[in-house]
């Protein structure tokens, strides 16, 4: 051994020593019992940051404890390299917008991007010593996962639980798609409440809203029935101001008798309460709001401007014509699209859904079959689905992503579905070879694409691929922040597809924080701290050292000044190690067959030492060892 530890030189040769032996790769016919590893596969949208080094660090110093216990590890990798997330980040690097493109010519710049990222994320995880299986790799956009995907949706469609429907649903105006509850971020906003006078048989009924561009939505009041203010109301008609035209007043236990003025305004749509009473009530619809985020043109005083400038000049109106009561500043909780912090709208449109709602115990009950690490991630699991009000909308339009395997009629409108030995199929590519059962002969391709996480919530059947029966597989690893999505989902997925649960251990990682308190990520600008750039200056060893110290499902600051303590142990251990081997000089260890390096006795897998211990000292018990025990004299 060097007289001075160079990480730059000894850990480069130990990785390309692992790969060049293929040490790591699974066989399933090995001894031991398999231990399978759900790994999460990182989305293809910028640059890793430390947050990705420090969870699946830490899930990988578990894989090789598994291998230290004797199992037969199964530790595959993947990239979710199709979706929304790939197509903001060619839009970005590229300054572009898909829709300015011809389709395939966006496509192609996805796959590019995806190419390049994905070598760069491989040569990373590789540079931290992972210990995965690199043949297992899968990428969710391939043939291969696409015919998955596209087979196990057509599975859900024979059992009834997907399904299309034309109904409110959430709206990115920004990313010009639907989107899915689980994708709301919600945020604190100020914004100004206004009072508004409706007449109620020419006398004032004041109405306070945060959405007075919604005025010409506006559909019904509600009042509650247990508010003695208001039970004279009840049954009349209100006339809107401004746009004069009669809406009734109806009552619903879910208004709130302190907020506001306690009369409520529903529009289609403001809010999702809006859209609940809308389908409650059988209330009609008023558009209002477009797909692009902009008022419809038709629409007077404020037809196609922004819905912020439409806010502005309704008010405006409203104050010139003597008909805002007065206005007032408050704080209220906001929905956003995560992936680009855009407030989400509420609009009308035809998309494919999971049915989720009607199973909801059926999910409560999964968590308990599963052993939570730590446990009270759970609460968070448990508190989603006792909180779920949308079933699952998997269909984006967009266009990077699994394509849905269907067409519908020309004449009626029904929906047909590709054949499962034709998959994996793009009907925008591939024409219906049927008729329809109104006799119709023409049919009109979905150009929709399947939500990311619709393909990512099936990786235990992915990982099943090569033909190897996993599930429930051993272990799932991921941060907290997706408990909603990816463990919610797949445990959806897993129940409806195999009757069953996806794993036996959920393994939930914290956040990696800075001083001040914020979440590293690839979408802030305080990822300054470069993962790769740690590694270079302090070695993966001293990087996995300082991952092992936090506990799982904590949120743990991150300076570089810490990384000195591992950085003082591992040089320690290379002493010790560099003395013992010293006094060994003499005991001639026999080569391992498997990988030409030590066959100790108990010594099963490579990398794995069992040294059965002294009887005397506790220590070691080597059977040719001739170095002088302290304890024994011998």
Known sequence: MEKRYDFTQIEKQVQDFWEKEQIYRFNENAEGEIYSIDTPPPTVNGNLHIGHLFSYTQAE??????????QNVFYPFGFDDNGLPTERLVEREEGIRANSLPRSEFIKKCMNSTEKYEDEFKTFWKSLGFSVDWSLEYQTISPAVMKISQNLFLELVEMGKAYTKESPVLWCHECQTSIAQAELNTVESKTAFSYIPFFVDGYPLEVATTRPELLYGCVCLFVNPNDKRYREYVGKSAVVPLYNYEIP????????????????????????TDAQWYAEYNLPYRRVIMPNGNIASDIAYIGGMTILDARKEITRLLDERGLLIKSETITHTVGTHERCATPVEIIPSRQWYIDILSEREKFLKAADEINWYPANMKNRYIAWVENLKWDWCISRQRYFGVPFPVWYCKACGNAVFAEKDQLPVNPLETAYNGVCECGCAEFVPESAVFDTWATSSVTPQINERLGLKLTPMSMRTHAHE???????????????????????????????LTKTGEKISKSKSNNEVDPKHLIAAHSADVLRYWTAGARLGTDTYFSPDELSIPKRFITKLWNAAKFA??????????????????????????????????????????????????????
């Open 249 to 272: 007043i109806l009552t619903d236990e879910k208004v709130g008798i302190g907020k506001g003025t306690g009369v409520v305004m529903c529009a289609t749509f403001g809010d999702s």
């Open 61 to 70: 110093i578990n894989a090789r404890f598994r291998r230290m216990q004797g």
């Open 482 to 512: 997706i408990i909603r999505t990816w463990t919610f989902y797949t445990i959806v997925r897993s129940l409806y597809h195999t009757g069953g649960i996806p794993w036996r251990d959920l393994m939930i990682c914290g956040f990696i």
């Open 581 to 634: 081997i010293s006094h060994l000089r003499d005991f001639e260890l026999p080569q391992c067959r498997t990988c030409g390096i030590l066959s100790l006795p108990h010594y099963r897998n490579c990398g794995i030492l069992s040294l059965p211990q002294c009887r005397t000292c506790g220590i070691l018990n080597l059977p040719q060892c001739r170095s002088f025990c302290p304890l024994t004299g011998g």
